[in-house]
Structures are given as structure tokens and as C-alpha cells.
């Protein structure tokens, strides 16, 4: 819910002070009992919450879906199931489903993107967190550019693009094995970089571990790094970095 234009819609006589005192009744949460919504949210931040979907109850899921879909207009959901998408597109027809990134999300049309962040990837192995990243930085308005399967191993995929690189106001890399993409890109671009370790790679790569541990000891200036398979996590910092270099 956008306060100030309610408030503007009240001044001007549009919304009548009684309907506008139940809409603003449950802020700065709705209590459902089991979810308390931050409706409030995108007011202080900038962004609406996201509705982490593994593991919650049918009932529970649905029910969040309908209620941020009524108040708000749009909700995004991340690691949602095909059958989870089945349930809640039952209450919320409008609602789509990405089977590569797990999003789940019903969005206001034609959304403007504004900006540019640019999401690579080591390989193609990589591309349902690099998905979940470009997706959640289109829903939070970000124009996307997705420079997929450019690892180290064969280098002069990755310097082919530098062009497409240096446009970016933010740039996501994602990568497992051994996780030195980042590193790279953050040599030869003037922008953040954002590095997100996958759990890609054969055993002693450690389910991501030895991914996240070769990007937090990047060489390299200029490099932030999120949790192992945290395309989400990338998406939104990349959102917010690519909001302020528009600004």
C-alpha cells in the first residue's frame, strides 16, 4: 500500500477517512497468527517482503498470497514448487511461475526497469540462482542483462562481453567449482560486484563451500558475497545498488 497516495487520495475527497482508517489499521503488520505481513515494508525500505515458499504449509502459503495480492497489488515469492504454484494460482489467477528460478510472483503490468544490472554466470550449471537473481532484480525494477556461461576455464568468453560489463551499474556473478569468477570481473569492471557461490561441483567442492570461501578471499576490490545458492539475496543488493546509481 502506497501511504502517501492514500493520504492524497483522502485530501482530495477520493477515499473517504473511515475506509482509509481500516487500510491503514494493520500497519505495521497484519497478524495472521501464523504470519505477521510486513505491509509496511516497501514504505521503509523501498521494497515490498518476499514470501519465502519452501516449507510452509498449503494453507498457510495461499493464504499469504491472497492477502499480499489484495493489499498490494504484486507479491514474489522464492524456492516455490510446481504444486505450490498449482494451489495459489487458485486465489491469485494472475500469479506466474519460473520452474528454472522457483519464483513465484504476480506483478503490476507493465512494471518500468530502470538501470542496469548485469548477471553472469561460470557455467551453465549455474543458472537457476543466476535466474532467481536476474528475476528478483526485474520484480524490484531493474533492467537485466544476463551474460550466461562465461567461467574462467575458457576466459576469452568472459572478455568478449566487457563492453556489456562496463554498462552495468551492478554486476552478479555466480559461480561454483572453485567460485573465481567474481575475482575476475571485479578486475576489469568500475562497478560492484556482487559474487554468489553455488553448491555446483563434484566433491570436494563441498555442497558451495569451497566456492564461498575462494570469494570472500578475492584479491580483488570491490566485491561483496552472499550465502551459498543466495540468487535472491544477490538480486535485491544488486536492486538496491542499482536504484541508488539511477538516482
Excluded at 556482487?194 to 564461498?212: C, D, E, K, M, N
Aim: charged letters at 25%; proline letters at 3%.
Amino acid at each position: 500500500m502506497d501511504v502517501e497516495k492514500l493520504l492524497l487520495q483522502v485530501k482530495n475527497g477520493e477515499v473517504a477517512v473511515e475506509e482509509a482508517r481500516q487500510l491503514l489499521k494493520d500497519l505495521p503488520y497484519e497478524d495472521l497468527g501464523y504470519a505477521k505481513l510486513d505491509h509496511h515494508r516497501k514504505l521503509r525500505s523501498g521494497f515490498g517482503e518476499t514470501v519465502f515458499c519452501q516449507g510452509k504449509p498449503d494453507d498457510f502459503l495461499v493464504e499469504i498470497y491472497r492477502r499480499f495480492w489484495e493489499r498490494d497489488g504484486e507479491v514474489l515469492g522464492t524456492r516455490a514448487s510446481a504444486e505450490q504454484y498449482e494451489l495459489v494460482r487458485r486465489v491469485v489467477p494472475e500469479v506466474v511461475y519460473d520452474p528454472v528460478s522457483r519464483i513465484l510472483k504476480a506483478e503490476k503490468e507493465e512494471k518500468p526497469l530502470t538501470g542496469c544490472v548485469a548477471v553472469c554466470t561460470g557455467g551453465t550449471a549455474d543458472i537457476p540462482v543466476a535466474e532467481e537473481a536476474a528475476r528478483t532484480a526485474e520484480y524490484f525494477g531493474c533492467r537485466t542483462e544476463r551474460i550466461y556461461d562465461v567461467g574462467v576455464a575458457g576466459i576469452h568468453r568472459l572478455l568478449a562481453q566487457r563492453d556489456r560489463l562496463m554498462k552495468a551499474n551492478c554486476i552478479v556473478a555466480v559461480a561454483g567449482m572453485e567460485g573465481a569468477l567474481g575475482t575476475v570481473i571485479a578486475g576489469l569492471v568500475d562497478c560492484p560486484v556482487i559474487a554468489v557461490p553455488t553448491s555446483v561441483g563434484y566433491g570436494a567442492s563441498f555442497h558451495g563451500l569451497s566456492a564461498l570461501l575462494t570469494m570472500l578471499n578475492s584479491c580483488a576490490n570491490g566485491i561483496s558475497v552472499v550465502n551459498i545458492d543466495n540468487g535472491y539475496g544477490a538480486g535485491y543488493l544488486a536492486s538496491q545498488i542499482n536504484r541508488m546509481a539511477v538516482k
